[in-house]
């Protein structure tokens, strides 16, 4: 039910090229879902500021990996408390 559109990726699986913004934002939907709409709006906050401040994967004009692209989401949400 709370699934990225295009799934796992298998064909780039572990090339640290894949976007993990669309994983990120389908668990911010499903907390959002389960009534955790405050901690689904963290997450849609840190996603947005690593859109605005070009932390991004390749493939949308940045030039992080996936894990330094979902890191810097993670450590968003953690400084935003």
């Known amino acids: 039910m709370f699934e990225p559109v295009h ?35 963290k997450i849609e906050a840190a996603v947005n500021n690593a859109v605005a401040e070009k932390k991004l994967t390749q493939d949308v004009g940045g030039k992080l990996g996936t894990r330094e692209a979902g890191d810097w989401v993670v450590e968003r949400i953690r400084k935003e408390g």
């Open 7 to 41: 799934g796992s990726a298998p064909p780039i699986a572990r090339k640290d090229v894949a976007n993990p913004l669309g994983a990120i934002l389908t668990a911010a939907m499903m907390l959002h879902h389960l009534g955790l709409k405050a901690e689904s709006e």
